[in-house]
C-alpha cells in the first residue's frame, strides 16, 4: 500500500488563478537563484535591476504558459490578464512591505509582465496535455 496515493491532491481549476501561483513559485525560485548567486560572486549591485526584471519576465512568461495551458482557448488574453495581475500584486507587496510608489520601475515591469504572459498564454494553448 503507498501512503502517498491517499494524499489528497489540490488541483486548481481557474486558469488565472492556476498562472498566477506558478508565476509566484517561479518568482521564489528566481530570487533563491539570484541570492545564491550574489553571495557566492562577485557580482555588482547595478545588475540586481536587470536580474529582477529578467526574474519576473520569466515568471510572467512560466505564468502564463500555465494560464494557457489550462484554459485550452485564448491563450494570449489570459496570459496578458495574468500579466496585469501579476504586476499589481508585486507593486501591492512592494508599497505595502516596502513603502515603494509607482514610477518608472512599475511602468517597466508591466511593459514587461504583459507581454511575457501573452506569449506564455500562446504556448500554454498549444502544448499537449
Not at 7 to 21: A, E, K, M, N, W
Amino acid at each position: 500500500m503507498n501512503p502517498i496515493s491517499k494524499v489528497p491532491r489540490i488541483r486548481i481549476t481557474s486558469p488565472l488563478l492556476s498562472g498566477i501561483v506558478n508565476a509566484f513559485v517561479w518568482l521564489c525560485v528566481g530570487a533563491v537563484f539570484t541570492s545564491l548567486v550574489v553571495s557566492m560572486t562577485d557580482m555588482k549591485e547595478q545588475t540586481l535591476t536587470t536580474a529582477a526584471f529578467l526574474i519576473h519576465g520569466i515568471a510572467s512568461l512560466f505564468g502564463g504558459f500555465s494560464s494557457g495551458k489550462r484554459s485550452e482557448s485564448r491563450g494570449w488574453y489570459h496570459g496578458a490578464i495574468l500579466g496585469v495581475l501579476y504586476t499589481l500584486i508585486v507593486v501591492l507587496v512592494g508599497f505595502l512591505g516596502f513603502d515603494a510608489g509607482l514610477g518608472k520601475d512599475t511602468a517597466a515591469l508591466l511593459l514587461i509582465a504583459i507581454p511575457a504572459g501573452a506569449v506564455g498564454g500562446m504556448f500554454g494553448v498549444n502544448a499537449k496535455k
